[in-house]
């Protein structure tokens, strides 16, 4: 405990004592921006704090001079209205524009901070001699704050191109920071790529020939390692089990994404982008990360959906399994949609105006797709009132089969001759359907025609012995129509005997079995009973009587005369 406590105050000195040291400013100290004159005040101490950082790395070049560097420049877009630029460029443009707005004022006489006004009730003001404005923010985060107007931002180029060819007023250790900007590279970049022939250091979009051509090398070179990733994954899931497999495959956008990011990191932070190039480089990163991302996503909530089916409470309920399965897709692609709109906000597409334009397109969307929609429905209707499951026998109008899936869409019959049949969702909500599957019981109903040679007695027997055969077997008993063997009709030539019962099958099959087991024992009962089946008797007269001709009666006239 005393050796902790020695460190932390051994620490707390340290810390007091850089917080003593001259010339230090702490990177969590927030910028005056509460008047005009504050603003310019600020923007002047942020230079003279980046002089001092800049040179000490050109020095003695190291990532922990870069990184101190790189947090003077990180404060610097809090001087700029950035609000009309996309999130993603805005580190980007504000340097970009400090260093523009830099090489300016090093051209100008200097100009006299209290000629602008400290009265944070002003609206705006602008530097004395120029069209460079500072205007207050009426609204959003940086309400209150005197900032560099977005029409100067806009106009910074302009307004550069204009002084650029004047001479330096004010000696800097540069001719031009924004030019410095453009040639500075962190130290994991060789330092022989500076020297490269003036071809090289051409600017294509706003950065050197050379760095444009290490980025592309990059970023290709990421992408290939990418799709050897997915290839070889894909490979391997053909060997494992569904799940299995499933993992494996998401790792393919981790890595994407790990590659592309790390390919911008390199590219932005130590081959040091710049202008145009950098937005083009820096957006389609990101684009790439953000659809990876919703790749991610969609997949891994298929595969939760999976995992869930998995567990022993959906193990024996399949449609329930089908229904974690589509709400993990639906959720999938909602978080998928999600994500893909986050990004386009990041990459400068409005957010309102997509959701405008959904809104727009809604309905002829909805119209194009009412089918679609329709079959979703359906198959909602049919996960919420379960009229048959999958495994299920079903008679429906135009068939019968077994259920195989219950999609989202459409759900797919397997008939008895084995052809699959697709039915969509909302046609089949609104049929007529008779589930075999879910009877409690089977009826077994049989009547077999007995000869009139049989006596009462033998066909009690029979009865009772049949009885004895059925018990043998699952019975639904109801007390009220209990398992019978009864005589129910007399005919011309056979008696009739009913055989009825409610048996218990666990499947269409079984029930078959059963069947095919009581219909054999009952030809066996007739036979040791002394029993005989009936069969029709058709008599045919191919020569009538000579008596019935001598008597003058006419054989096949419909009135029977005599002679």
Known sequence: MRSLLCLLFLLLGLGTAVADTPGFVSPLQPLDTSSPRATLLSLR?????????????????????????????????????LSETAPVARQEIGVASFGMLKD????????????????????????????????????????????????????????????MDLPVLHPAPYDSWRAEQVRFTGPLVPRQLHDLPEPFQTLVFGTPAWKVAATLVLFVAALALATLWATACLRAAERLAPTS?????????????????????????QLNLSGRFHEITNAMSIAVAVIAAAWLARSLL???????????????????????????????????????????????????????????????????????????????????DRPFRVGDFIIYDGGEGHVESIGPRSTRIR???????????????????????????????????????ATEAQIAAFAARMLAEIARYPLDVDPEVPPRVRVVALRSYAIDVEIQADLLARSEDDFYRMQEELLLAAMALVNSSGLAFAHPVQTILTDAPAAIREAGISVGNPEITKG
Not at 48 to 71: G, I, K, M
Not at 109 to 122: C, H, K, S
Not at 247 to 254: Q, T
């Open 45 to 81: 101490e942020l230079g003279d704090q980046l002089d001092t950082a800049y040179a000490a790395y050109l020095e003695h070049p190291s990532l922990r001079l870069q990184r101190q560097v790189n947090d003077v420049l990180g404060r610097i877009d809090r001087l700029f209205d």
């Open 104 to 163: 300016i004022l090093m051209r100008l006489p200097e100009i006299d901070p209290t000629l602008l006004p400290d009265d944070p009730n002003v609206t705006s003001a602008r530097l004395p001699g120029t069209e460079i404005e500072i205007v207050r923010m009426e609204s959003g985060p940086d309400r209150g704050k005197f900032l560099f107007s977005a029409e100067t931002v806009e106009r910074l180029p302009e307004f550069s191109a204009r002084v």
């Open 245 to 269: 497999a499933h993992a494996l495959r998401l790792s393919i956008p981790i890595v994407l994404a790990a590659l592309i990011l790390g390919a911008r990191s390199y590219a932005l932070g």
């Open 302 to 384: 298929t595969l939760l959906a999976e995992l869930v089916v998995m567990t022993p409470a959906f193990a024996e309920d399949r449609l329930d399994s089908h229904l974690a399965r589509l709400v993990g897709r639906v959720l999938g692609l909602l978080s998928a949609a999600a994500i893909l709109v986050y990004g386009a906000n990041a990459l400068g597409v409005p957010v309102l105006g997509l959701v405008a334009g959904v809104g727009v397109s809604g309905l002829a969307l909805a119209l194009a797709a009412q089918s679609t929609i329709e079959n979703l429905f359906g198959g909602v209707s049919i996960f919420a």
């Open 415 to 453: 008939a008895a001759d084995g052809m699959q049949i697709t039915v969509p969702n909302a046609e089949l909500a609104k049929m007529q359907v008779t589930n075999k599957t879910c009877r409690d019981a089977t009826l077994f109903r049989h009547v077999i025609s007995l000869d009139y040679g």
